[in-house]
């Protein structure tokens, strides 16, 4: 949600904020701007549209020059998208510009009293009122703008990462975050700034990440001086070496990033349970588990909180803990579950699932368990994120970078991770055989394999999509294990085509969806032979006596299935538990073909963020 990117230093500003911005694009938005100081004034242009659309105008508007400059992605929130609502906003001097991620919940109050000051407002941006208060204290207050940041957002309730920069200063720039991610890069004598590490990764490896209710001062000539907001306290810079590579982020040949993160999926399953898996000693390592162990053990019951494709891989987690580990399990949505005064213990063990590591809603909600006393437990992708530092414990999925906003690659090395974790605990609890555990250890192994051949399918699916590509619904049915893969193949369709889709258990069609069934309602059916087979094997007779256009996910080799339905895609055999890890790959592909051909931007979907930072 939004993109933010600045820097300082002595190269050219223009060119390294507008390829950032460009690789920040995946995070959603509807608008882009640059403002940059080219030795006398600030020259600033921004629009409604794509960053294409801003690099079409930006060069015929403003001079191009200077070695200091923001750039930003906006995602709507406070008006709506156009030229004027863009960031970045000037405060009413001209003096000051900023850019800024997240919401200002009471903007209208202190709008309402900078009015009464005389400041007017070109925008309906919560963002305009932000950066005339800080003017309005820098100038009251006689103070430097460092310490007008500072006393500005102790008067602000909400959510903000911030870039700021004064005209009259342009030796520095000021960034502040509570509740939206905010990355320092740090090279020699330069400095950069964004949303996430990609915009300069090709600058330097080394980064740091700011932490909530702290800013940082950033001047040429000092480096940078980080203090706590609410107190002014200094706070020591920990730098990070970044992981993170240029060639993860670029497109690899592929026409989208979507279609190679879903290409992408064996190695990033392999990756996420290589060193963990030790198959020849048959023994599961992660320390995340093994130093709380305990913990794990005694626990009343796991409650996985998520949102999005993270909470269909919970669920998936929620049937392997409990059949494998013997747990009690909820999940929860996790907007939900901070607002309703949920019943938290000490004795329970709250995992918390977020491919970004920065979702709003997850992250309050691991705060809420924390203050009830509960062990939090944080599966996410991004190394150094807020849920990875949030949590008491954790493990990462080692997925490589997630660039296409539909997740894909997140939810197969989600569901790893969990099973992983499932079997350990299985194991030192004594509910699974050890005939059985290994024979879980070898058919995980054998899964990066299986969905390679699974891939296989790509061409078929394709002819499928071609087949279906006009139909206003579609309906996924899962049993099971494969329930969740019903609504995660809905979502994947609703995302990235825009098509109306619903997943159902199976047994529930009969409780109300089967009145939508006729000859031009496609069925997706997840009939795998481990697990309810003839029981979905019914569900599809059903619907074949009501006409529907069935698409059946069956496993290798299949009969009874193939004679009923329109259309099968075969997957490789494996256990029930693993079955959704082979499943959601014909699903992935089918959404990814059926949005392509209806001619839509698959790796931007209207209306959607990759992080969702704000409520």
Same mark, same amino acid.
């Given at each position: 949600?939004?993109?933010?990117?600045?820097?300082? !230093?002595?190269?050219?500003?223009?060119?390294?904020?507008?390829?950032?911005?460009?690789?920040?694009?995946?995070?959603?938005?509807?608008?882009?701007?640059?403002?940059?100081? @080219?030795?006398?004034?600030?020259?600033l242009s921004k629009t409604k549209g794509k960053v294409l659309d801003l690099e079409a105008r930006l060069?015929?508007?403003?001079?191009?020059?200077?070695?200091?400059?923001?750039?930003?992605?906006?995602?709507?929130?406070?008006?709506?998208?156009? &030229?004027?609502?863009?960031?970045?906003?000037?405060?009413?001097?001209?003096?000051?510009?900023?850019?800024?991620?997240?919401?200002?919940?009471?903007?209208?109050?202190?709008?309402?009293?900078?009015?009464?000051?005389?400041?007017?407002?070109?925008?309906?941006? &919560?963002?305009?009122?932000?950066?005339?208060?800080?003017?309005?204290?820098?100038?009251?207050?006689?103070?430097?703008?460092?310490?007008?940041?500072?006393?500005?957002?102790?008067?602000?309730?909400?959510?903000?990462?911030?870039?700021?920069?004064?005209?009259?200063?342009?030796?520095?720039?000021?960034?502040?975050?509570?509740?939206?991610?905010?990355?320092?890069?740090?090279?020699?004598?330069?400095?950069?700034?964004?949303?996430?590490?990609?915009?300069?990764?090709?600058?330097?490896?080394?980064?740091?990440?700011?932490?909530?209710?702290?800013?940082?001062?950033?001047?040429?000539?000092?480096?940078?001086?980080?203090?706590?907001?609410?107190?002014?306290?200094?706070?020591?810079?920990?730098?990070?070496?970044?992981?993170?590579?240029?060639?993860?982020?670029?497109?690899?040949?592929?026409?989208?990033?979507?279609?190679?993160?879903?290409?992408?999926?064996?190695?990033?399953?392999?990756?996420?349970?290589?060193?963990?898996?030790?198959?020849?000693?048959?023994?599961?390592?992660?320390?995340?588990?093994?130093?709380?162990?305990?913990?794990?053990?005694?626990?009343?019951?796991?409650?996985?909180?998520?949102?999005?494709?993270?909470?269909?891989?919970?669920?998936?987690?929620?049937?392997?803990?409990?059949?494998?580990?013997?747990?009690?399990?909820?999940?929860?949505?996790?907007?939900?579950?901070?607002?309703?005064?949920?019943?938290?213990?000490?004795? &329970?063990?709250?995992?918390?699932?977020?491919?970004?590591?920065?979702?709003?809603?997850?992250?309050?909600?691991?705060?809420? $368990?924390?203050?009830?006393?509960?062990?939090?437990? !944080?599966?996410?992708?991004?190394?150094?994120?807020?849920?990875?530092?949030?949590?008491?414990?954790?493990?990462?999925?080692?997925?490589?970078?997630?660039? !296409?906003? /539909?997740?894909?690659?997140?939810?197969?090395?989600?569901?790893?991770?969990?099973?992983?974790?499932?079997?350990?605990?299985?194991?030192?609890?004594?509910?699974?055989?050890?005939?059985?555990?290994?024979?879980?250890?070898?058919?995980?192994?054998?899964?990066?394999?299986?969905?390679?051949?699974?891939?296989?399918? @790509?061409?078929?699916?394709?002819?499928?999509? /071609?087949?279906?590509?006009?139909?206003?619904?579609?309906?996924?049915?899962?049993?099971?294990?494969?329930?969740?893969?019903?609504?995660?193949? $809905?979502?994947?369709?609703?995302?990235?085509?825009?098509?109306?889709?619903?997943?159902?258990?199976?047994?529930?069609?009969?409780?109300?969806?089967?009145?939508?069934?006729?000859?031009?309602?496609?069925?997706?059916?997840? /009939?795998?032979?481990?697990?309810?087979?003839?029981?979905?094997?019914?569900?599809?007779?059903?619907?074949?006596?009501?006409?529907?256009?069935?698409?059946?996910?069956?496993?290798?080799?299949?009969?009874?299935?193939?004679?009923? $339905?329109?259309?099968?895609?075969?997957?490789?055999?494996?256990?029930?538990?693993?079955?959704?890890?082979?499943?959601?790959?014909?699903?992935?592909?089918?959404?990814?073909?059926?949005?392509?051909?209806?001619?839509?931007?698959?790796?931007?979907?209207?209306?959607?963020?990759?992080?969702?930072?704000?409520?």
């Amino acid at each position: 949600m939004c993109g933010i990117v600045g820097y300082i !230093g002595h190269r050219e500003a223009y060119p390294i904020i507008l390829k950032g911005l460009k690789r920040l694009e995946y995070r959603g938005y509807d608008s882009a701007g640059i403002a940059l100081y @080219d030795g006398a004034d600030i020259k600033l242009s921004k629009t409604k549209g794509k960053v294409l659309d801003l690099e079409a105008r930006l060069e015929k508007e403003i001079s191009t020059k200077g070695t200091l400059g923001i750039g930003h992605t906006r995602w709507a929130t406070h008006g709506v998208p156009n &030229d004027v609502n863009s960031h970045p906003h000037y405060s009413n001097s001209g003096d000051l510009v900023i850019i800024h991620n997240g919401i200002i919940e009471n903007y209208e109050s202190l709008k309402k009293e900078l009015i009464k000051r005389g400041y007017t407002f070109k925008s309906d941006t &919560d963002t305009e009122v932000l950066i005339n208060l800080i003017e309005d204290v820098k100038k009251n207050e006689n103070t430097k703008l460092g310490k007008a940041v500072q006393i500005a957002l102790n008067q602000v309730i909400g959510a903000y990462a911030i870039a700021v920069f004064d005209k009259n200063k342009p030796n520095e720039i000021v960034v502040a975050r509570l509740g939206s991610p905010l990355a320092i890069g740090i090279g020699e004598d330069e400095f950069f700034i964004a949303s996430d590490a990609s915009p300069f990764i090709e600058y330097t490896k080394n980064a740091i990440y700011l932490e909530d209710e702290e800013m940082a001062i950033i001047r040429r000539d000092k480096g940078v001086k980080i203090r706590k907001i609410k107190d002014d306290s200094l706070v020591a810079p920990y730098i990070q070496e970044l992981q993170l590579n240029l060639e993860q982020i670029e497109k690899g040949g592929y026409e989208h990033f979507m279609l190679k993160e879903i290409y992408e999926q064996p190695s990033a399953i392999l990756d996420t349970f290589r060193g963990r898996l030790l198959i020849n000693e048959a023994i599961i390592k992660m320390a995340g588990v093994e130093d709380n162990m305990k913990r794990f053990l005694n626990a009343d019951r796991i409650i996985i909180v998520a949102c999005g494709t993270s909470w269909h891989a919970g669920l998936v987690a929620e049937y392997i803990f409990e059949d494998l580990a013997r747990i009690p399990v909820e999940v929860e949505y996790a907007s939900e579950f901070r607002y309703r005064n949920p019943i938290i213990t000490e004795n &329970d063990v709250v995992i918390a699932i977020s491919q970004s590591g920065e979702t709003a809603d997850t992250l309050a909600a691991i705060k809420l $368990a924390k203050s009830k006393g509960a062990f939090v437990f !944080g599966v996410c992708n991004v190394v150094g994120s807020s849920i990875a530092r949030e949590t008491h414990a954790g493990a990462y999925t080692h997925a490589g970078p997630e660039i !296409g906003v /539909a997740s894909t690659k997140a939810f197969t090395t989600q569901i790893t991770v969990l099973t992983l974790i499932a079997l350990r605990l299985a194991r030192a609890k004594g509910t699974i055989s050890s005939s059985d555990y290994r024979h879980n250890l070898i058919e995980l192994e054998l899964i990066p394999d299986k969905v390679k051949k699974a891939l296989e399918s @790509d061409e078929y699916v394709k002819t499928i999509a /071609a087949i279906y590509k006009d139909v206003h619904n579609f309906l996924y049915l899962g049993r099971g294990y494969n329930f969740p893969v019903a609504l995660e193949g $809905a979502l994947k369709l609703k995302e990235i085509s825009y098509i109306h889709a619903e997943g159902y258990p199976a047994a529930e069609m009969k409780h109300g969806p089967i009145a939508l069934i006729d000859e031009n309602m496609p069925i997706v059916v997840i /009939a795998t032979k481990k697990g309810h087979y003839e029981k979905v094997v019914s569900n599809i007779q059903e619907i074949k006596s009501r006409k529907g256009k069935i698409i059946g996910i069956v496993t290798e080799g299949d009969i009874q299935v193939k004679e009923l $339905a329109d259309h099968v895609i075969e997957v490789p055999e494996t256990i029930e538990s693993l079955s959704p890890l082979l499943t959601t790959i014909p699903l992935q592909l089918l959404s990814y073909h059926i949005a392509l051909m209806l001619g839509k931007n698959v790796d931007q979907p209207r209306n959607l963020a990759k992080a969702v930072t704000v409520e």
